[in-house]
């Protein structure tokens, strides 16, 4: 845990927190031995525990908020997705506006500042710049978003352009979560991907570009026809 954790909060928040861990840690090695996953895939689930944990802790603390609006829209189905989701695109405006609706309806529900907005889906970066706007300005008018909020929208790298980048940063979007999932083109058709790994590497140098240093991206692994090398050749080309 960052030690300067100590500096902003509590004694019983910090040993609430590293309780918590600690569980976290005992349920991993007890989940291992009983001839669990990979040790990769256990450090990485312990890693994720931890700041689940932290994170959850943290906005029980500071008794903060936040927002999480579901796109359930993609251009194609990926084989491997087994979220809520539509390929016929005809309804989006529709159902923009009934999240404007019951975003308008709920307004008075959260007691304390929306520290974190998220758009997830689904695909988020299919909305077009009118819907955005619709749901921003709906959130900004009807909610106490605190100036500091993290506000995610998670991309597909063929859904990303300069010009598209531009106007999330506009729109208020500080932070994008981009689906590469690999760079192997191979496996990207596998996946039934709609993007392929230079739509990728571009989609990344087309956000920096237009401001967002707060940048995220999936990758996945244990994939048909991947490897542990090509694992460590898609991390490598993020590092």
Same mark, same amino acid.
């Given at each position: 845990?960052?030690?300067?954790?100590?500096?902003?909060?509590?004694?019983?928040?910090?040993?609430? +927190?590293?309780?918590?861990?600690?569980?976290?840690?005992?349920?991993?090695?007890?989940?291992?031995?009983?001839?669990?996953?990979?040790?990769?895939?256990?450090?990485?689930?312990?890693?994720?525990?931890?700041?689940?944990?932290?994170?959850?802790?943290? @906005?029980?603390?500071?008794?903060?908020?936040?927002?999480?609006?579901?796109?359930?829209?993609?251009?194609? $189905?990926?084989?491997?997705?087994?979220?809520?989701?539509?390929?016929?695109?005809?309804?989006?405006?529709?159902?923009?506006?009934? @999240?404007?609706?019951?975003?308008? @309806?709920?307004?008075?529900?959260?007691?304390?500042?929306?520290?974190?907005?998220?758009?997830?889906?689904?695909?988020?970066?299919?909305?077009?710049?009118?819907?955005?706007?619709?749901?921003?300005?709906?959130?900004?008018?009807?909610?106490?978003?605190?100036?500091?909020?993290?506000?995610?929208?998670? $991309?597909?790298?063929?859904?990303?352009?300069?010009?598209?980048?531009?106007?999330?940063?506009? +729109?208020?979007?500080?932070?994008?979560?981009?689906?590469?999932?690999?760079?192997?083109?191979?496996?990207?058709?596998?996946?039934?991907?709609?993007?392929? $790994?230079?739509? +990728? @590497?571009?989609?990344?140098?087309?956000?920096?570009?237009?401001?967002?240093?707060?940048?995220?991206?999936?990758?996945?692994?244990?994939?048909?026809? +991947?490897?542990? $090398?090509?694992?460590?050749?898609?991390?490598?080309?993020?590092?």
């Amino acid at each position: 845990m960052n030690t300067t954790i100590g500096q902003n909060y509590s004694k019983s928040f910090i040993k609430q +927190a590293i309780k918590s861990i600690t569980e976290a840690e005992i349920n991993i090695l007890k989940f291992n031995k009983k001839g669990g996953e990979p040790h990769l895939l256990v450090s990485l689930r312990y890693q994720w525990e931890i700041w689940d944990t932290i994170q959850l802790l943290l @906005l029980d603390y500071k008794k903060l908020s936040g927002l999480y609006i579901h796109i359930p829209f993609c251009r194609k $189905a990926c084989n491997y997705c087994d979220f809520h989701f539509s390929t016929q695109l005809d309804p989006m405006d529709r159902m923009v506006d009934g @999240l404007a609706k019951e975003l308008r @309806l709920r307004g008075s529900t959260p007691k304390s500042p929306i520290d974190t907005i998220y758009f997830g889906g689904g695909t988020p970066s299919i909305l077009t710049e009118k819907a955005l706007n619709i749901l921003m300005e709906t959130i900004i008018t009807y909610y106490n978003v605190s100036p500091s909020a993290e506000v995610t929208l998670e $991309a597909n790298p063929d859904d990303i352009d300069p010009n598209k980048a531009k106007f999330w940063k506009r +729109a208020g979007i500080n932070r994008l979560s981009i689906g590469i999932q690999t760079f192997n083109d191979k496996v990207l058709k596998v996946l039934n991907r709609s993007h392929n $790994a230079n739509q +990728a @590497l571009k989609s990344i140098d087309w956000v920096r570009q237009a401001g967002f240093d707060n940048i995220s991206a999936d990758l996945m692994f244990a994939l048909p026809e +991947a490897s542990h $090398a090509s694992l460590g050749a898609d991390s490598k080309i993020l590092w």
